[in-house]
């Protein structure tokens, strides 16, 4: 039997990695084994998602941790060449942009075995943002590319990835959300919160561009602030995020804000399906929010998603953060209307992405070669 080693490794990863998993079970012609490279490692950041989405005990764990860039990278690279020797396995998938997607990339190209990542082609032309660093090296490396959206297969055209290897399969990510909503009871965030649906609003922030900046995290936290004087805001934080916050001393500066924990996939995905209106920094979250039809706000200069927001509901508030709060609250205000999104999201956003990945890796590895880099 044909072994398949799927990488997880950051809080993104697991609901991309859960569909597929269960996909390549279900069909039983290959194994399927996990590796989790430790880059996320606190319990809301990884073990709440590894069991909320029912993902198996890893065959291998790294327990890379935090560093700098170059030391996390180094230490998932060390870790995983060892756990592919041990595993041999025929075909290793990485997916996203984190820090182990292109570790893992690095490694497995090295040792000549097949690579395959999921979520290719996204390009933000920000080659200050750690994760397009990530993306082009992994996407050059890679011999499948499973792409989500068609700017995708643009921006890999323009690279001169040649098109053999590149196939349009749409966003797993919404096989996880669909998943899940098929197997609620949902959670009763909101209500457990004392929230009203449509009446408040849900902020993710934790990019550097946003948090390591002090006079940027400042303007947010301020803005958020008077945001929080008007409507309802839950800031469910990253520990790096809340970190910041403490060290620069900006808990008044949010007023009323509800600093929270951070939640497990099912919890969150029910807050944001009845909130007024997001404000993020997030990838996974201007998709999500497009396909749920829930106004998004992006605080970023631009997006590697560029579909959430000529098709869904994503709009980008660069610049400066006071420009937010005028946002939000015209978000707010805005009768929700049933958007294209929720008359079937971008094209392939349909629930059947996993199946559609699969098929393709079960004929690459029927075949028995790589394509050839
Ligand atoms: C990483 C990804 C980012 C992704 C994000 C999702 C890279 C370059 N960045 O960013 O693309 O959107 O994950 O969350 O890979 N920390 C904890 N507990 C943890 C993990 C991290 O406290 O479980 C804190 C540590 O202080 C750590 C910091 O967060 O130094 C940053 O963690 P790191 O994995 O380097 O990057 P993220 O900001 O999480």
């Known amino acids: ?22 996909e390549l079970v279900a069909r039983g012609r290959a194994e399927s084994v996990l590796v989790h490279t430790g880059q996320h490692y606190d319990a809301l950041m990884s073990d709440v998602f590894m069991a909320g989405l029912e993902l198996p005990e890893p065959a291998a764990s790294l327990d890379a941790g935090s560093g700098t860039h170059a030391e996390q990278t180094a230490r998932v690279m060390v870790g995983f060449e060892r756990a592919l020797g041990e595993l041999q396995p025929d075909l290793v998938v990485v997916v996203g942009d984190v820090n182990s997607t292109l570790a893992c990339a690095l ?11 999921v979520e290719a082609g996204l390009r933000s032309g920000e080659r200050s943002m750690p994760e397009e660093v990530n993306r082009v090296l992994t996407d050059r490396l890679s011999d499948l590319l499973f792409v989500t959206e068609e700017s995708g297969l643009r921006n890999l055209e323009r690279e001169g990835i040649p098109a053999e290897r590149v196939h349009f399969v749409g966003n797993v990510m919404i096989d996880s959300l669909l998943h899940a909503r098929a197997s609620r009871p949902e959670p009763p965030t909101a209500a457990r919160l004392g ?21 940027r995290l400042e303007g947010l936290a301020r803005a958020l602030g008077r945001i929080a004087s008007a409507r309802p805001v839950v800031f469910p934080a990253h520990p ?19 600093l929270l924990e951070p939640m497990g996939y099912a919890e969150f995905l029910s807050l944001v399906e009845h909130a007024g209106v997001v404000v993020t920094d997030s990838g996974g979250l201007q ?11 992006t605080v970023r200069n631009g997006t590697e998603r560029p579909v959430t ?7 980008l508030c660069p610049g400066d953060p006071a420009v937010l709060v005028d946002h939000v609250r015209r978000a707010l205000q805005r009768t929700p209307e049933p958007t294209r999104a929720r008359a079937g ?11 559609r990945i699969v098929d393709v890796i079960e004929g690459f590895l029927d075949r028995g070669a790589p394509a050839g880099r």
């Open 345 to 355: 999201g971008p094209p392939l956003w349909d629930g059947r992405t996993a199946p």
């Open 309 to 315: 927001v000529e098709l869904g509901t994503n709009r």
């Open 287 to 297: 998709e999500e929010t497009t396909w749920l039809g829930v106004p998004c706000l």
């Open 107 to 117: 490694v497995a190209a090295k040792r000549g075995v097949p690579l395959a990542h």
């Open 1 to 22: 039997m044909t072994r398949v080693l799927s990488v997880v490794g950051a809080r993104p990863n697991f609901m991309k990695v859960a569909p597929l998993h269960r």
């Open 195 to 215: 929230l009203q649906g449509g009446e408040y609003v849900v902020v993710t922030l934790h990019r550097p561009c946003n948090v390591d900046v002090p006079d």
């Open 240 to 258: 790096r995020t809340r970190e910041r916050l403490e060290r620069a001393g900006l808990r008044a500066a949010l007023g009323d804000v509800r």
